[in-house]
């Protein structure tokens, strides 16, 4: 190398804490922003140019630099996303964050080669500005720009797998294989869209079913995850809940409901509007069974569980479902067990005498 290259690299040496400094920091920054903004990054690297490396990169093109902060990737930061759409939020939060270098970044998925499928990265030079992160031990910190790299998870393993068969033997690759090599791209490329469709498909599912649901056309909406978590938000089993309660005067410890979906679905529910017939319809009986249950206890603190758990025992003794149906609902409630049985004869001879079955 000539005395200009090793000069450069005499900088590079000088300047290696500050290199292994931001390396470490920026992904820490990088991940508390993208928490803040709620995205979900499938990982994010880094690297500092090796020595050897940057001696190659400096024997081919050294004369360009006139010192070493004219070097760009010296640190290099990849974030690698679940979803196309998220390359440009995180995009956004590091024109937030850092000051880019607008005129050395570039968009290589506006590359249309038949081959490009994994080298589709958005690519920013960055710089850290000194009101966001200033540090006196390293002076230059602020002086030397880096890399960030951005792209999906399909095109990161892409880009590695078409790397290890395509570069590494020193051996052309024939053209067969090259096809070959390229439908499977166009393959992945295919994926990668198709998944962030349905992202934005469910997203858009999940609104008209809270909106739904918020108007009170429940009918409408089918049961399934996604609208059952948003009717429990609006509470369809508080009023009989508070009613339970007042029997003792108890206190009503929150829990999760989302195990009562497979069993409201086992008992013939399609529907929300369905779940809300089934309350109205039943509400009166379960009350009937708490009062039976512990009305005479001096239980004074009671699972938000009680109210479906009740309204769904009504339904299937009311319905013919006997001691099995009963065993089905603790089944699914509470996993299989052999204890299941006789607690459903127990449910099943406590409730026979109750004024609802009778009806």
């Given at each position: 190398?000539?005395?200009?290259?090793?000069?450069?690299?005499?900088?590079?040496?000088?300047?290696?804490?500050?290199?292994?400094?931001?390396?470490?920091?920026?992904?820490?920054?990088?991940?508390?922003?993208?928490?803040?903004?709620?995205?979900?990054?499938?990982?994010?690297?880094?690297?500092?140019?090796?020595?050897?490396?940057?001696?190659?990169?400096?024997?081919?093109?050294?004369?360009?630099?006139?010192?070493?902060?004219?070097?760009?990737?010296?640190?290099?930061?990849?974030?690698?996303?679940?979803?196309?759409?998220?390359?440009?939020?995180?995009?956004?939060?590091?024109?937030?964050?850092?000051?880019?270098?607008?005129?050395?970044?570039?968009?290589?998925?506006?590359?249309?080669?038949?081959?490009?499928?994994?080298?589709?990265?958005?690519?920013?030079?960055?710089?850290?500005?000194?009101?966001?992160?200033?540090?006196?031990?390293?002076?230059?910190?602020?002086?030397?720009?880096?890399?960030?790299?951005m792209r999906t998870v399909l095109q990161h393993a892409w880009a590695n797998m078409n790397h290890d068969t395509g570069y590494k033997s020193g051996v052309e690759i024939?053209?067969?294989?090259?096809?070959?090599?390229?439908?499977?791209?166009?393959?992945?490329?295919?994926?990668?869209?198709?998944?962030?469709?349905?992202?934005?498909?469910?997203?858009?599912?999940?609104?008209?079913?809270?909106?739904?649901?918020?108007?009170?056309?429940?009918?409408?909406?089918?049961?399934?995850?996604?609208?059952?978590?948003?009717?429990?938000?609006?509470?369809?089993?508080?009023?009989?809940?508070?009613?339970?309660?007042?029997?003792?005067?108890?206190?009503?410890?929150?829990?999760?409901?989302?195990?009562?979906?497979?069993?409201?679905?086992?008992?013939?529910?399609?529907?929300?509007?369905?779940?809300?017939?089934?309350?109205?319809?039943?509400?009166?009986?379960?009350?009937?069974?708490?009062?039976?249950?512990?009305?005479?206890?001096?239980?004074?603190?009671?699972?938000?569980?009680?109210?479906?758990?009740?309204?769904?025992?009504?339904?299937?003794?009311?319905?013919?479902?006997?001691?099995?149906?009963?065993?089905?609902?603790?089944?699914?409630?509470?996993?299989?067990?052999?204890?299941?049985?006789?607690?459903?004869?127990?449910?099943?001879?406590?409730?026979?005498?109750?004024?609802?079955?009778?009806?």
């Amino acid at each position: 190398m000539d005395l200009h290259a090793e000069e450069l690299l005499s900088q590079y040496r000088s300047l290696k804490g500050t290199f292994s400094s931001m390396a470490d920091g920026i992904p820490k920054r990088l991940e508390e922003f993208f928490a803040e903004a709620g995205i979900i990054v499938a990982a994010v690297e880094h690297r500092v140019k090796t020595e050897e490396s940057l001696k190659g990169k400096l024997a081919l093109k050294g004369g360009k630099y006139k010192d070493i902060f004219d070097i760009t990737d010296l640190v290099g930061i990849r974030v690698i996303t679940f979803y196309i759409d998220d390359v440009d939020k995180v995009a956004s939060v590091l024109e937030r964050l850092f000051e880019i270098d607008w005129e050395n970044s570039i968009d290589k998925r506006k590359v249309h080669e038949i081959d490009s499928f994994g080298y589709l990265s958005l690519h920013y030079i960055c710089r850290i500005p000194e009101s966001s992160w200033h540090d006196p031990a390293y002076p230059d910190l602020n002086k030397i720009r880096f890399e960030v790299q951005m792209r999906t998870v399909l095109q990161h393993a892409w880009a590695n797998m078409n790397h290890d068969t395509g570069y590494k033997s020193g051996v052309e690759i024939p053209k067969v294989y090259l096809r070959n090599l390229s439908r499977l791209a166009g393959m992945l490329e295919l994926v990668d869209d198709e998944f962030s469709r349905i992202r934005r498909e469910l997203s858009d599912y999940r609104r008209r079913v809270q909106g739904l649901v918020a108007s009170g056309n429940l009918s409408e909406v089918a049961l399934d995850g996604d609208s059952f978590r948003s009717y429990l938000s609006i509470g369809p089993f508080d009023a009989l809940t508070r009613r339970i309660a007042s029997i003792n005067q108890a206190e009503v410890q929150s829990a999760d409901l989302s195990p009562f979906l497979p069993l409201l679905k086992a008992m013939g529910m399609a529907t929300l509007g369905d779940i809300e017939q089934l309350i109205r319809d039943y509400s009166d009986a379960a009350y009937q069974i708490a009062c039976f249950q512990i009305g005479l206890t001096d239980l004074d603190i009671l699972s938000a569980s009680v109210a479906p758990q009740d309204i769904c025992t009504a339904f299937i003794l009311k319905n013919g479902g006997g001691s099995a149906g009963l065993k089905m609902m603790l089944d699914i409630l509470n996993g299989p067990s052999e204890g299941n049985s006789a607690m459903a004869r127990f449910l099943l001879d406590q409730a026979k005498d109750l004024p609802f079955m009778n009806q």
